[in-house]
């Protein structure tokens, strides 16, 4: 499954990371005991301007809303979109037999580009390697 940027930042706009995280924990001045480990005081915190939320004690990179979803319902990203499309009422796309195939014939295209780069290469060894042996001779 794939989703466009486009369609990933419509979602991710349409879900603010407070409203989301508030979904599953408390939140006070975008505060809140963490979910993802045993915490006693709130080392979870949420900056809603930059749409991303951290846990100072267990996690080394912040997250954003789908980095919390996945974490939170252990889903994969796409997963993750389709579940906070679903809660803000976005229809996505589904894959369609025309997208299927334009991507098939994009991943075509970048296998034929690959070995047309082999070949090349292969081509200017095997020149390399003859004046090579032209100047050992
Ligand atoms: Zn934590």
Redesign the pocket.
Known sequence: MFYSNEIVETVRQANPITDVVGQYIQLKNNKGL?P??D?KKP??SVHPHKGIAK?F???PHAIDVFGFVMLMEKVSFPEAVKILADRSGIDLPDFSEEDRQALEKQKKRERILEEAVLFCHNQLMSVLKLENGKEAV
């Open positions: 963490c993802f480990h915490d080392s979870f846990c004690a267990c996690m």
